[in-house]
């Protein structure tokens, strides 16, 4: 008889426990819709790039580095493979079609480029020297008809970087035939016939049209 008094009161004590229990878990999970996982403090956010003193360390930046001196045969290259006509602007001034004014690379029809990390740095009414990096290059052609371009003759290459050529604003030179012969180039000091043409310049060592 005893025994049978035992059994409900077990079972009763076990079903207040479950109770408890279940009470306490909702209390502690918030509340989710169907299908949704819930949110908590675990969850992981999106990063802000905010480093652990509240700087941005997304944002560190470096300035670019100068480019490394050119050979003739590493300037053609690079010249192939920007294809100025194509790609780059033409100096301010040098709208096409221009007859040539200069026989210093020959009299003929000539465009002249600038590589477009520099367009803003040549623009009328700026001085100062450019940048690291900017290339500038002149086309001749031998037909001297405005109306027509005729055979490449001349490729009048100049660049600019830290270093190259501290005596004659770290610029080197240098003229191709219209096939890439190396025809004449200068990539130091202050004595040849590139840079005692260019020293007379308005702006750096560079020929502004007229």
Known sequence: MRAGIKFPILLSAVIAAGFILASCSDEDEPNASPGELPTSAETPTASTGLGPTGTDSSSTTTAPSSPTKPTAEALWARLLEADPPANWKLLP??????????????????????????????????????????????????????????????????????????????????????????????????????TSCHSGAQRDFIWLAK
């Open 93 to 194: 001034g040098y709208e096409w079609p221009r007859l040539g004014t200069s026989s210093a690379h020959g009299l003929g029809v000539e465009n002249v480029y600038v590589n477009p990390e520099s367009e803003a740095a040549i623009q009328p009414g700026l001085t100062g020297p450019m940048p690291n990096g900017t290339t500038i290059v002149k086309y001749i052609y031998a037909n001297k008809d405005p109306a027509g371009k005729g055979e490449l003759k001349i490729v009048a290459a100049i660049q600019k970087g830290e270093g190259f050529n501290p005596e004659a604003g770290d610029w080197v030179w240098v003229e191709f035939n219209g096939t890439g012969r190396v025809v004449a180039q200068q990539s130091s000091g202050k004595s040849g016939s590139c």
